[in-house]
């Protein structure tokens, strides 16, 4: 006779070896129609999640359910979607729904990622979170951990590293043609946000429309408030009014991003993006040291500019590398190869030895010029793929796994954090990636977890 604990070990292995199709798309004689809509439910629908779930709908899935804390701001979601059934605590829809939803969709700020994403794993949903996965690296290890005994399917929207750009830039890598590369670049004109303040003083009425303590859930309650001073430095800086001339709040929606209590700042905003395509052309993997240089460190803020620099070792064939990251509108300067070519807001470049390749949101462009002519000639031999919702529907009815899944983006969320985390304590840390910390600063350990509050936990969720 099988014990209980065999058997429990034995049905985990098997869910981490299969996608769980649910029951309900799978038809008596076991065949599931490759048509049949996937019942999606959204949670932080009113932001970037309206747009996103619109690019689901058309990717196969049926939006119906949503969930937002804010009835007003998630109005055109629900107006868009009248006969979606409509909540506002995520854990009351994934109990009222049960068996009718087969996927969740997470678009919340970063501080409820986890949360989300945990309770919809460990009801056996497919899973699709907005980049960046987590806000800490103990919660990353556990929402991969979930993702694997689950068996699902899952999906980061980091900008897609399947597309024609992210493989042409993979397969010319790979070719050798550049030379071993042993440098990489990436920069954002991010944060188009306010980043580098200390909390503005004193407290408005929370309107009607928003449950304020739901929007914070796990992090330390404070008050609420609405807009930054029209002249605050907050606004003035770096032109934000010009960018996103829009928002002026201090918190929700969109800001929470400067706040390291909600958001992870702008390399946790953009760097997944950006070294997508860099982890699959490189096989980057963990890096063995961090170190930050960044303008004023405020306690709660991110700062307004930061440069990060990752040394990562030799992979297989492939010499170590550093890796450096700019925001806040700094950029690499004179990179080899460039020769004064002026550089785009935002992008990444590959430096080899015989050559540079910049990828930017236009396309790919080689230095020195020349080049391209014998870049042509290198044959396609990686699958392009439908995109970040085609991909996850594909996988979501048991083919292959999405291009950025939760395994996928484990390394990948990991820098941004770890970046983070060089940048608050400003110094140079050592990672032991296998073991899952510093060896050489507690400081920088205690960053890689935080106390849940409110009566918050991942493991209860
Ligand atoms: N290309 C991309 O993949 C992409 C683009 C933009 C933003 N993002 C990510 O999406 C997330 C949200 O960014 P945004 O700009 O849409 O922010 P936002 O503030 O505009 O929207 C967030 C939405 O989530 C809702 N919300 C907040 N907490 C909630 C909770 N506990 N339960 C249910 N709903 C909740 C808010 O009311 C709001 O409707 C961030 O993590 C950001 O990094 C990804």
Redesign the pocket.
């Given at each position: 006779m099988i014990s209980r604990r065999a058997f429990l070990a034995r049905s985990a292995a098997s869910a981490a070896a299969f996608t769980v199709i649910p029951s309900r798309l799978v038809g008596a004689d076991g065949s599931r129609s490759p048509n049949s809509r996937l019942a999606l439910a959204g949670?932080?629908?009113?932001?970037?999640?309206?747009g996103?779930l619109q690019e689901c709908a058309e990717a196969g899935f049926q939006i119906v359910a949503l969930?937002?804390?804010?009835d007003a701001?998630?109005k055109k979601?629900y107006d868009h979607w009248p006969q979606a059934r409509r909540?506002?605590?995520?854990r009351e829809m994934l109990a009222a729904e049960g068996d009718q939803i087969d996927a969740v969709y997470c678009?919340?700020?970063?501080h409820?990622?986890a949360?989300?994403v945990l309770a919809a794993l460990r009801r056996r949903k497919h899973v699709c979170?907005?980049?960046?996965l987590t806000r800490t690296v103990h919660e990353l290890r556990l929402v991969v951990k979930a993702a694997r005994e689950a068996g699902v399917a899952t999906q980061?929207?980091?900008?897609a590293n399947t597309s024609e750009t992210a493989c042409r830039a993979c397969e010319w890598i790979t070719s050798g043609a550049l030379g071993d590369v042993r440098e990489l670049h990436a920069w954002s004109n991010r944060p188009v946000w306010p980043q580098g303040m200390t909390r503005p003083p004193g407290e408005d009425p929370v309107p009607k429309d928003?449950?304020w303590k739901?929007?914070l859930?796990p992090a330390a309650l404070r008050p609420f408030k609405r807009n930054w001073p029209a002249d605050s430095p907050a606004l003035t800086q770096m032109n934000l009014k010009e960018w996103n001339p829009g928002?002026q709040?201090v918190y929700?929606?969109?800001?929470?991003?400067g706040w390291w209590d909600f958001?992870?700042g702008a390399l946790?905003?953009m760097g997944?993006?950006h070294f997508n395509t860099p982890f699959r052309a490189l096989q980057l993997g963990s890096p063995a040291r961090i170190c930050a240089s960044a303008t004023r460190v405020f306690a709660e803020s991110a700062p307004l500019a930061s440069i990060v620099t990752y040394d990562f070792p030799a992979r297989d064939a492939q010499p170590p590398l550093r890796a450096v990251w700019y925001d806040g509108g700094l950029r690499p300067a004179t990179p080899r190869h460039l020769e004064g070519w002026p550089l785009p807001d935002e992008g990444t470049l590959y430096v080899g030895e015989k050559g540079a390749l910049l990828h930017t949101w236009a396309g790919l462009q080689v230095f020195p010029e020349a080049l391209g002519k014998r870049l042509e000639t290198v044959p396609r031999t990686l699958p392009r793929r439908r995109g970040?919702w085609g991909e996850w529907a594909e996988a979501c009815r048991g083919g292959e796994p999405a291009g950025c899944n939760f395994k996928w983006a484990e390394p990948l969320t990991e820098i941004v954090l770890l970046g983070n985390i060089a940048i608050r304590t400003g110094k140079l840390l050592e990672w032991d990636a296998a073991q899952g910390n510093f060896t050489n600063s507690p400081d920088a350990n205690r960053q890689l977890h935080d106390d849940y509050q409110n009566g918050w936990s991942l493991e209860a969720v």
């Open positions: 949670v932080g629908v009113g932001g970037v999640g309206f996103q969930c937002d804390v804010d701001y998630a979601a909540y506002r605590d995520f678009g919340t700020p970063d409820t990622h949360l989300i979170c907005v980049k960046p980061v929207t980091a900008a928003l449950d739901l929007w859930g928002i709040a929700h929606p969109f800001n929470f991003r958001g992870t946790g905003d997944c993006h970040t």
